[in-house]
């Protein structure tokens, strides 16, 4: 095989496995999540649901203040996503960013006149 032959085929397979990998972090994402919020009316647990594909994230976000269908993307374990829901105030637009490791998932809810942040584990449902 001659030299440049070998870089090509190296290449080619570094891509592979980098693109393997890729795929097998953002299935990681997917899933049943039990969250801890610190909101500003105390320790919230919050449940979410996401599912993904390539790089577009949907799922679902549900406490005792309602539940909400959601639209975002994930990145290398790295999701955003923003959803509307009613508050002691009225509605608002929540902005969540947040980051999955494994069976942890962690971040901060900015519901525009503070943030929240939020820890929480994968959960069977």
Do not use: C, N
């Not at 693109?19 to 909101?39: I, K, R």
């Not at 069976?103 to 942040?117: F, N, Q, R, S, T």
Request: no cysteine; charged share 20%; proline share 3%.
């Amino acid at each position: 095989m001659t030299h440049l032959l070998r870089h090509r085929v190296a290449a080619m397979a570094a891509a592979l496995v980098l693109s393997a990998w890729t795929a097998f972090a953002q299935d990681t994402v997917a899933g049943h999540w039990t969250l801890e919020v610190d909101s500003p009316q105390g320790l919230m647990k919050v449940g979410l649901v996401l599912t993904v594909d390539g790089e577009a994230l949907k799922g679902t976000i549900a406490s005792e203040m309602g539940e909400s269908a959601f639209t975002g993307t994930v990145k290398d374990g790295a999701i955003s996503f923003t959803f509307d829901m009613s508050g002691p105030q009225g509605p608002m637009t929540i902005t969540t960013k947040g980051t999955v490791a494994g069976d942890d998932i962690k971040g901060e809810l900015d519901y525009g006149m503070g943030v929240a942040p939020f820890t929480g584990k994968r959960s069977e449902q």
